[in-house]
Nanobody, 127 residues
């Protein structure tokens, strides 16, 4: 089993920054590929960024050049640095993990690829 616990959500103004963390525990092999998703009220959950076991990353178009995904394997922690925030970034952000997500050259894999999910952390960006 894998457990994921997000933290770091909160409020920011347009143009501001927030940093999210996801503390992971459980079998390492089950979380070789990790990602961030988000879901705004009334909308479907969407992929934001993914990072594979080798450290390669991909981003959804709306967040490219503004968000950065990274991980600290020694601390079993996934991060999402969000800069130049916009009101449309407001959502509940989820950390997700799976043992293998295949190639990520095409972008963030679908949410059905991921087996394990955190409880989510709220991000609100005001104009």
């Amino acid at each position: 089993q894998v457990q994921l616990v997000e933290s770091g959500g909160g409020s920011a103004q347009t143009g501001g920054s927030l940093s999210l963390s996801c503390a992971a525990s459980g079998r390492t092999a089950n979380r070789r590929c990790m990602a961030w998703f988000r879901q705004a009220p009334g909308k479907e959950r969407e992929g934001v960024a993914v990072i594979d076991y080798g450290g390669r990353s991909r981003y959804a178009d709306p967040v490219k050049d503004r968000f950065s995904i990274s991980k600290d394997n020694a601390k079993n922690t996934l991060f999402l640095q969000m800069n130049n925030l916009k009101p449309e970034d407001s959502a509940t952000y989820y950390c997700a993990a799976t043992s293998w997500c295949g190639g990520i050259m095409g972008g963030v894999p679908a949410e059905t690829t991921f087996t394990y999910w955190g409880q989510g952390t709220q991000v609100t960006v005001s104009s």
